[in-house]
């Protein structure tokens, strides 16, 4: 199991290395001097500024030398400072992070609490007229644009009949009731395609589960329904979907832009968006990076968690070492 978790923590370290260095890259990728698009449009032009702003960065520095540098920098979570705001962007991004977070956590808890019972049982009831209901119903979710979906549910949960608020977010710890009333049409826009794609992805596994031997013993030993579906078929089933869960996750934190935009909530994607527009490079550099570390190391603990829950990956492992 140790040489697994090293095997897949040199491919993490060599992962994020190669996402550094690409995120590093972005500016200079930029057409013209980076400093003068560091300051923006609204910055001063004068050559002392300009040259200040490129002894800050080091751009008179050879290229790798200044990678190494900002890299060493990120590390210990120095990511510079907005030339815009004038904030340290590790903080700008930190105030901003707990929003994103509890949106992405609690669409997926939405998800995986609608879409493991109908999974489930569509698999129970494969082929009858509730799991053919169910399977349209999911194609017609998986067609529909999550911000189409959140134009919707602000026009009729928040206009139509002001039962969730439009825009604005209350802090947890300020209104834990007001809170979960502010994040509910974000998060359940953000919900609803992960809905239909884990349904649909633990229907398939269950019904090719529930036609194995341990299953077929369990029914002939008379044990509940309930019991075989849920102990002993889910389970095993479990396996995908805990792998498209943990993707899915990582996709949501990135996902959150439009919707963080939608519904006025001060999180990382809106950060970026307002970022963009500013032209604040810094800014966006340090939330690219964060993303994709996000990503990446959302798909390591799932990549972790399968190997502990699975033990043939644990003992191909061996065979292949011995």
Same mark, same amino acid.
Not at 105 to 113: F, G, N, T
Not at 177 to 181: G, I, K
Not at 268 to 273: A, I, M
């Given at each position: 199991m140790i040489a697994v978790i090293a095997r897949k923590l040199a491919a993490l370290v060599a992962v994020l290395l190669?996402?550094?260095?690409?995120?590093?890259?972005?500016?200079?990728?930029?057409?013209?001097?980076?400093?003068?698009?560091?300051?923006?449009?609204?910055?001063?032009?004068s050559a002392e500024i300009i040259e200040q702003v490129r002894e800050d960065l080091n751009l008179?520095?050879?290229f790798l030398i200044r990678y190494v540098s900002?890299?060493?920098?990120a590390l210990t979570g120095d990511l510079g400072r907005s030339y815009q705001s004038r904030m340290e962007v590790s903080d700008a991004i930190k105030q901003r992070v707990p929003v994103?977070?509890?949106?992405?956590?609690?669409?997926? =808890?939405?998800?995986?609490?609608?879409a493991i019972p109908l999974g489930v049982i569509t698999a129970y009831r494969a082929n009858t007229y509730f799991d053919k209901s169910v399977t349209t119903a999911t194609f017609g979710l998986l067609s529909i644009p999550s911000f189409m979906l959140a134009l919707f549910l602000i026009y009729t949960f928040a206009v139509r009949y002001n039962v969730f608020p439009a825009t604005g977010w209350t802090r947890l710890t300020a209104d834990p009731?007001?809170?979960?009333?502010s994040a509910f049409l974000p998060a359940l826009s953000l919900a609803v395609g992960n809905i239909a794609v884990l349904t649909r992805l633990l229907r398939t596994d269950m019904i090719a589960t529930l036609q194995e031997d341990h299953v077929t013993m369990a029914?002939?030993?008379? =044990?509940?329904?309930?019991?075989? =579906?849920?102990?002993?078929?889910?389970?095993?089933?479990?396996f995908s979907l805990l792998t498209v869960a943990g993707l899915q996750m990582g996709a949501l934190i990135g996902g959150t832009v439009v919707i963080e935009q939608l519904f006025a909530l001060p999180g990382?994607?809106?950060?970026?968006?307002e970022s963009i527009f500013q032209r604040d490079l810094l800014v966006v550099q340090g939330i690219v990076l964060l993303l994709s570390v996000a990503y990446v190391g959302m798909?390591?603990?799932?990549?972790? =968690?399968?190997?502990?829950?699975?033990?043939?990956i644990r003992l191909g492992g061996s065979r292949v070492n011995a």
């Open positions: 190669a996402v550094s260095f690409l995120t590093f890259a972005l500016m200079e990728f930029l057409p013209g001097d980076p400093a003068l698009q560091v300051l923006g449009p609204g910055g001063a032009q008179n520095d050879p900002w890299l060493g920098d994103t977070l509890e949106l992405a956590a609690l669409a997926m =808890l939405m998800a995986l609490i609608i009731a007001e809170n979960l009333r029914r002939a030993k008379g =044990l509940p329904t309930w019991r075989i =579906l849920f102990r002993h078929a889910l389970r095993p089933s479990s990382v994607g809106r950060l970026l968006l798909n390591f603990l799932v990549d972790i =968690l399968y190997t502990f829950l699975d033990p043939r």
